[in-house]
């Protein structure tokens, strides 16, 4: 019989600090995709306890998160929801969570990503699914100098190698 050993997707691969930054791998409790029946966005937030997000946004409830990932989709991270108007299905084991601390993040990402993530055009709350590299991901602002990606499983190690390669050139240029 085979004995199958659990890992994280960046296990043994992170934290990595350079120059300030911190890049970790967060393993929430669970990731529940969240697909509300048409109409019932209203009865999916009274049953989560906080709105469901709007496209582009993120709410969130004491450690709960949820992430807007799509067309009437959220990523929810933390506790389940229990909820009958919704079409849930369980992500924990598709997604690598990553957090990027630390002041000039911004920079970093704009090594690898073609959107603006300066705080200014990305506040707390803002999120938005686009490239990192040529890995797809899910970029969420949490405050001023943290931002939580999201990317596949099976992309983490590619992921972790632009990210820090980027933390070290980022670090160059501060």
């Not at 920079?107 to 603006?116: G, Q």
């Not at 190698?161 to 240029?173: N, Y």
Request: proline share 7%; charged share 15%.
């Amino acid at each position: 019989m085979v004995s199958l050993i659990a890992r994280t997707p960046a296990e043994g691969l992170l934290p990595a600090t350079i120059a300030g930054l911190t890049l970790a791998e967060v393993t929430p409790l669970a990731i529940t995709a969240v697909l509300p029946f048409a109409g019932q966005d209203d009865a999916v937030s009274r049953d989560m306890g906080f709105t469901f997000p709007a496209p582009n946004r993120t709410t969130a409830q004491g450690d709960t998160l949820a992430i807007w990932a799509g067309r009437d989709m959220a990523l929810v991270l933390g506790d389940p929801p229990a909820t009958r108007h919704a079409a849930m299905v369980d992500q924990s084991d598709a997604w690598a969570v990553l957090d990027l601390t630390g002041q000039g993040g911004d920079k970093v990402l704009a090594r690898l990503c073609p959107i603006d993530t300066r705080p200014a055009a990305f506040p707390p709350g803002h999120t938005a699914r686009s490239l990192l590299g040529h890995v797809q991901a899910s970029i969420t602002r949490l405050s001023g100098d943290a931002l939580r990606l999201i990317v596949p499983r099976s992309m983490a190690q590619t992921a972790v190698h632009d990210l820090t390669r980027a933390m070290g050139h980022a670090q160059r240029q501060m």
